[in-house]
């Protein structure tokens, strides 16, 4: 009876597995080396997870693959070098990924990471306010997300661009300035900068990604050869980093991922906390891909590439988004990788319900056999 209820088992769990698309009749070139790139923030450091606790070697064994990941300590950093060709793939926002994509490095979107929901915000000085700037120097990266954040708020409070005096400098470079030059009345930046000005005493957040829910989208991108001649790569990232959520939001877990993710930014793990209030994880791939198919991102696109318009970052004015699968835009949000991630999910429930049944059967009939 056990012999044949085990045969039944791996039966369902093999056809489950079968549906998972691109796990078989690959044509992944098994010799090159994917290399992705993610930078040392808050929303993206599950890839530390992924890489510390085996998760992304496990998938890739599983599809006969090879990815590297690189860490990156500047995001600016990651996002040139995905655009130099360094990368096949980056951890990029929703609004940066425009600019590569409209300059001949087609891409495809994989993984909608999370949304900023506060985690990206502007510093000003204790008691003062947005209105409050109009004729003080702003420390923001030009034609960046960070841009994008400061012109809403300016808008929002009656102010255009031409009150204030930008100051050109990376998320992180104006994070830090902040705290040591007084002459900077406000700063776009993002986590952990935001808690460590808090802390310091120095400032506190007036405008931030929570009043523009859903506009600035945290992704995990790949060149669109790579998604061609490399899926089951870019399947063993998506695969890893659903991994990574299960083990951020396990019981047993949850401490330590926070720990090692802590230390990846070099803060307490009570601050990485205080931090992640302020991030929406996409933890699962039917969640996910509902998102990728949804009017909430089609419309934060929407005004995000008007702003990249407005400020001649697109140089074809008919830039265009795909959102059908095997679209040819130059950039597809299509969420073409997420059915391995759902195919997996349905996989795990058929063999956990398989389970189930096979332990009522032992204890039904257990006794009897030998």
């Not at 609004?95 to 985690?119: E, H, M, R, Y």
């Not at 009043?211 to 695969?239: C, K, S, Y």
């Not at 059915?339 to 429930?349: H, I, L, V």
Request: net charge neutral.
């Amino acid at each position: 009876m056990k012999k044949k209820l085990f045969a039944f088992l791996a039966a369902v769990t093999l056809v489950a597995l079968l549906f998972i698309p691109g796990t078989a009749n690959a044509a992944d070139d098994k010799d090159k080396e994917i290399i992705v790139g993610y930078a040392d923030r808050v929303d993206w450091l599950p890839f530390k997870l992924m890489e510390e606790e085996g998760f992304l070697s496990k998938r890739c064994d599983e599809f006969d693959v090879k990815v590297k990941l690189k860490e990156f300590k500047n995001y600016t950093e990651a996002v040139q070098a995905y655009t130099a060709g360094q990368l096949e793939g980056v951890t990029i926002t929703s609004f940066d990924v425009l600019q590569p994509a409209a300059v001949g490095t087609k891409t495809v979107a994989a993984i909608p990471n999370a949304s900023s929901n506060g985690a990206d915000g502007i510093l000003v000085r204790k008691g003062a306010k947005i209105a409050d700037l109009k004729g003080t120097k702003v420390a923001v990266q030009q034609n960046s997300v960070s841009h994008y954040l400061l012109q809403k708020a300016l808008t929002a409070n009656g102010l255009t661009e031409a009150d204030v005096t930008i100051v050109n400098m990376t998320g992180d470079e104006a994070g830090r300035a902040f705290l040591i030059d007084d002459s900077i009345a406000a700063a776009v930046t993002w986590e952990p900068h935001l808690g460590a000005a808090a802390t310091a005493g120095k400032g506190d957040v007036a405008f931030s990604s929570r009043d523009i829910p859903g506009e600035i989208v945290d992704l995990t991108v790949f060149r669109a050869e790579t998604a061609r001649d490399n899926a089951n790569a870019v399947r063993a990232v998506v695969l890893a980093w659903f991994d990574a959520m299960a083990y951020l939001d396990g019981k047993d877990t949850r401490d330590k991922a926070i720990q090692a993710m802590a230390d990846a930014m070099a803060v307490t793990p009570e601050d990485y906390k205080k931090a992640l209030v302020g991030v929406k994880f996409y933890r699962d791939a039917d969640k996910a891909s509902k998102y990728f198919d949804s009017p909430e991102l089609k419309n934060a696109m929407d005004n995000l590439k008007k702003f990249a318009v407005e400020k001649d970052l697109l140089v074809d004015k008919n830039f265009s988004i795909g959102w059908a699968k095997n679209s040819d835009a130059p950039l597809q949000l299509t969420g073409q990788f997420l059915d391995t991630a759902q195919g997996a999910k349905r996989a795990n429930k058929i063999e956990r319900e398989g389970n189930k049944i096979g332990n009522k059967f032992n204890r039904m009939f257990g006794r009897a056999e030998t």
